[in-house]
């Protein structure tokens, strides 16, 4: 964890209370910003908070989404916690959304994205990540657009899981939606971090703080 660091739950004190998309501030339960390592080389970016996220406040948290992720990050050795539990305890990675609050019954719509993405490029900018890892077709499509060369929809999700794609000042690394994953999706996911990232320097000359 960054040394100036002192939590983990939305570390850069985002509004809690933000209130900027109608369709949205009533139907939530919890505005569900940013979880993890402030000074992290590993950025995992979903749409939007699954249902446990939604109800306890802490990304990837509260239900078998959120178990299959904290898992991975455990055999990645970024999760010193169990994969149930409500605060996981992380190293090197942060975990956040293009949107930051919950609608039961739909999808975020193009203007709440675009109306949450300043939180998201403050984190971006503020961690400086070396790998980000896009979860799902819309996450991908918004990230390759911003940070690649490539269009919306010119990179499938499901081809792209568990590959490096070179974006601007960092890799992406595609991951499919968590409710879609098989176990040997997760198992290639994790494959590919450990033997084609973790085994090369991944890191960017990009005048990174010192840890």
Not at 64 to 75: H, K, T, Y
Not at 121 to 130: D, F, K, T
Not at 157 to 183: C, K, S, Y
Request: hydrophobic share 30%.
């Amino acid at each position: 964890m960054d040394a100036e660091q002192d939590t983990l739950e939305n570390p850069f004190n985002m509004d809690a209370d933000c209130r900027n998309c109608d369709g949205l501030c009533d139907a939530r339960t919890n505005v569900v910003h940013g979880y993890g390592d402030a000074g992290a080389e590993f950025l995992f970016v979903a749409e939007r908070p699954h249902t446990g996220a939604d109800r306890s406040g802490v990304p990837f948290t509260g239900d078998d989404a959120g178990r299959r992720l904290q898992s991975m990050l455990a055999e990645l050795g970024f999760a010193r916690s169990d994969p149930d539990s409500d605060e996981p305890d992380l190293q090197n990675v942060y975990l956040t959304y293009l949107t930051r609050c919950r609608h039961p019954e739909r999808e975020p719509t193009e203007t709440e994205i675009r109306t949450c993405e300043p939180y998201l490029n403050a984190e971006i900018r503020m961690i400086n990540p070396e790998i980000i890892v896009p979860i799902g077709q819309r996450t991908l499509d918004a990230l390759a657009t911003d940070y690649t060369t490539n269009r919306p929809g010119d990179v499938d999700v499901a081809d792209a899981h568990a590959t490096t794609i070179r974006g601007r000042g960092f890799e992406l690394v595609p991951m499919l939606e968590l409710t879609a994953q098989t176990d040997a999706d997760s198992d290639a996911f994790v494959e590919h971090l450990v033997e084609n990232v973790f085994s090369r320097d991944y890191r960017q000359t990009k005048g990174r703080r010192g840890r």
